[in-house]
């Protein structure tokens, strides 16, 4: 990336955020899947059933969800519980990953001479 030119260099940070936010929000839209979080029956024969997001409702909640976790934006109705371990390592895991992308996208840039 270091040699390309200025608009690759961006394209490729954006689409590794993109990529990153889409892998993530399947993850979480199969946390809630497998938790059975989206299966209106079980959820009606289960009251006390504890979901594992708060407020995932599909893939497109879960999605946003992902971009929420992993800018740390603000969840608003959006959260993990404490029910569901899986659900806060999977949260661990991409607030790492977006450090990660984010601290290559700053030493990439601060070596690039324009």
Known sequence: MIGA?????????????FFSWLLFGVVWFLVAVVHRDLDPEY?????????CVDNIEDFTTA???????????????????????????????QSIVGVIISVRRHLISNSLVY
């Open 5 to 17: 030119t200025w608009h690759w260099t961006i394209l490729g940070f954006a689409a590794s955020f």
């Open 43 to 51: 959820l009606a024969a289960h009251p006390d059933h504890v979901v």
């Open 63 to 93: 999605f946003l969800f992902s971009v929420e976790t992993q800018h740390t934006i603000g969840y608003g109705g959006r959260a993990t519980s404490n029910q569901c371990a899986f659900a806060i390592i999977v949260m661990c895991v």
